[in-house]
């Protein structure tokens, strides 16, 4: 990760603001005090908030170590146990309770998990697991679908204290075994298959291909899910229905230090080597409570959805450990948004009457190219509250969410936050903070962040620049697992005392944060270096676009030129009119230097199954460069249609 170069010019202009409903805010969880709270002694607050949410074994004393920076502990004379956060000291009051209203892809199949269901079952498959020596420290994998057992495995191994690395379902199998080398796992839970878009994913199949390379594995836990036919390793391989079916429905939890490992997630890195993000037990316990319940205002009678995957850090902190450590009622969907039709996201709300709504920004630009009437179809008045995760989002998105699915009333919190960071970092408080869409506003209390040119220096309010984080916190990530060296290098070498988020980052006169995308994402055009967010934030502001995604070519006279690709709404035909016209509506809205030299109009963009643009193929097509293995994509069969048209417009370009 570099930073090398010039601040980064910011020109977007956005000018409408919400200020908190009175009603809203006299009910709001997070008032001004807590900021007021946090910045007198952040360490005694973080203390303090500690101590009121989690039940500790043995309470902490300290807060934060600063003895040997960038490896900072939190809360370490504490001990206490994440599942017992989770379940156990909900169990009295909230024993019958629903956790989980799991839907399945299946629009037949679903189930109430109440607490004291989910209790049952994490002490059923712990005991099972210790049954087959899985013990304190040693490493287990997690690779299934969206069903309750996945949330039933992660709490399993923090009972036993053996941490869990969670491996999206839609990975291929060498990505697998990378993961499981990279951390020595020794056990796997897994399942035949699982749905996805109607499809059955085969993950079983995937597991053994991967394992192959891994002989440390000696125990292969497999749920029965979609009943395919599988393969099978005598002595390695249990059904998870047998093994928990002879169990003791109680199980003595692992007490263990706060700095005790609670999971790794991997995520991609610059080198293509994964890295492996190490988080601990009660700082990030304390970090995903605390911001769960400020952020989303929870309230005892919520209905809760985050619309993630749980094999990404959003599932992680905002389906699992943070709702039941807060003792929330949630969603946990297994498919597709548009299976069997465009309307199924819209229909769960209304059976469940859910009230908070978390998702991505491209989850919401695909509901605007599908158009209203899918949400029109469903009464969505049990919303009072929406959420937006995992990249900027665009300010027409944002007033589309809030006006089509809020019904014009729901305050929408924008979120910044990373895997490294663990939990939420940026957002508005809803009570408390106006509004401004595609701004993420503020860092949270006891949270530090600034804005700094390639020197490291404070950029003016008005200015763009890095986005960095100069105070530890409590959910953190630790280390790469295995390579401090690289934790080190990536994260903390940049700037000495700070963390670089990776992030471009503009701060308004007011001191708000609107993020700009990855550093990487950022062009040099005619020695302007322009976010591609800013860009795309204004061709989707024209109203006949969806979804748009802008990457940097080459270019002779410029040094890169701007190249848009874009999706229009509904059933709308694009043509060089358009085109022109699209070219020109951004030159209006931001100025003539981000005048896009190439916009191909496509039906859709290539994505991860987590719904992520991949914009680093976009520039490989660009360049006419060699694409490489695509089969990791949603939707690998619009790469080819993308890529001639490119062609096109390049050959245009020429003439």
Not at 116 to 135: M, P, S
Not at 373 to 386: C, F, G, K, N
Not at 473 to 487: H, V
Request: include cysteine; proline fraction near 6%; glycine fraction near 10%.
């Amino acid at each position: 990760m570099s930073s090398d170069g010039p601040t980064i010019t910011s020109l977007e202009l956005e000018d409408r603001r919400f200020p908190p409903p009175p009603e809203f805010a006299a009910q709001a969880n997070a008032t001004q005090e807590l900021y007021e709270q946090a910045a007198g002694d952040p360490e005694a607050f973080w203390l303090a908030r500690t101590k009121e949410l989690l039940t500790w074994e043995s309470e902490p004393t300290q807060g934060v170590d600063r003895s040997n920076p960038p490896f900072f502990t939190w809360f370490a004379d504490g001990t206490l146990n994440a599942s017992v956060q989770c379940l156990d000291r909900h169990l009295a009051a909230r024993g019958d309770q629903v956790a989980f209203h799991w839907e399945g892809e299946p629009a037949d199949e679903r189930e109430a998990v109440t607490y004291r269901d989910l209790h049952e079952r994490v002490c059923r498959l712990t005991n099972g697991l210790r049954e087959r020596g899985v013990g304190k420290s040693d490493r287990v994998a997690i690779y299934l679908g969206m069903i309750p057992e996945i949330v039933v495995a992660m709490l399993a191994c923090a009972r036993i204290g053996a941490p869990h690395t969670v491996i999206f379902g839609g990975f291929s199998p060498d990505s697998v075994r990378d993961r499981v080398l990279d951390c020595g796992v020794t056990a796997m839970i897994t399942g035949d298959g699982a749905w996805r878009g109607g499809k059955l994913v085969p993950l079983k199949a995937n597991v053994d291909a991967a394992l192959e390379g891994a002989p440390d594995v000696h125990t292969c836990v497999v749920v029965r899910r979609t009943g395919n036919e599988i393969g099978w390793v005598e002595g390695r391989d249990v059904w998870y229905h047998e093994l928990v079916e002879r169990q003791a429905t109680e199980a003595e939890p692992e007490i263990v230090d706060a700095e005790h490992p609670l999971y790794i997630l991997y995520t991609s890195g610059s080198t293509g080597k994964p890295k492996g993000i190490l988080h601990t037990t009660g700082g990030y316990l304390t970090g995903v409570a605390a911001t769960h319940r400020w952020v989303f205002d929870l309230k005892d009678d919520d209905v809760y959805w985050c619309a993630a995957d749980v094999g990404w850090v959003t599932g992680h902190s905002y389906i699992a450990y943070g709702p039941l450590a807060n003792g929330a009622t949630s969603v946990l969907y297994e498919g597709a948004p548009g299976t069997p039709d465009k309307d199924r996201w819209w229909e769960i709300i209304a059976r469940y009457k859910v009230s908070i709504l978390y998702c991505a920004p491209t989850a919401i630009r695909t509901f605007m190219k599908w158009g209203v009437e899918y949400p029109q179809r469903h009464d969505l008045t049990s919303l009072r509250l929406l959420g937006s995760v995992g990249e900027p989002i665009n300010p027409e998105a944002w007033i589309w969410y809030r006006e089509n699915i809020g019904g014009g009333r729901c305050p929408v919190v924008d979120t910044w936050w990373q895997t490294e960071t663990g939990a939420i970092m940026i957002s508005p408080l809803p009570g408390v903070t106006t509004l401004k869409p595609g701004s993420a506003t503020r860092p949270l209390p006891g949270i530090t962040a600034d804005v700094v040119d390639a020197n490291g220096q404070s950029v003016p309010l008005g200015a763009g620049g890095y986005l960095v984080l100069d105070e530890p916190w409590p959910s953190m990530l630790r280390t790469l697992y295995g390579d401090d060296d690289r934790f080190v290098a990536t994260y903390w070498s940049e700037y000495e005392g700070k963390y670089l988020a990776g992030d471009g980052c503009r701060r308004d006169e007011d001191g708000d944060y609107w993020l700009l995308g990855r550093i990487d994402d950022v062009m040099n055009v005619s020695g302007h270096r322009l976010s591609t967010i800013e860009i795309e934030s204004a061709l989707v502001d024209h109203p006949k676009v969806a979804e748009a995604a802008v990457v940097g070519r080459t270019d002779e006279t410029t040094g890169q030129a701007i190249a848009a690709f874009v999706t229009l709404k509904g059933h709308i035909a694009g043509d060089e009119a358009l085109i022109a016209e699209l070219r020109q509506h951004v030159a209006t809205k931001i100025g003539a230097i981000a005048r896009p030299k190439s916009i191909v109009l496509t039906d859709d963009l290539p994505k991860t199954r987590s719904g992520k643009i991949m914009r680093r193929l976009l520039r490989d097509i660009s360049e006419n460069r060699h694409l490489g293995d695509v089969t990791t994509l949603a939707n690998e069969d619009v790469v080819a249609d993308i890529a001639n048209q490119a062609e096109a417009a390049r050959a245009a370009d020429k003439e």
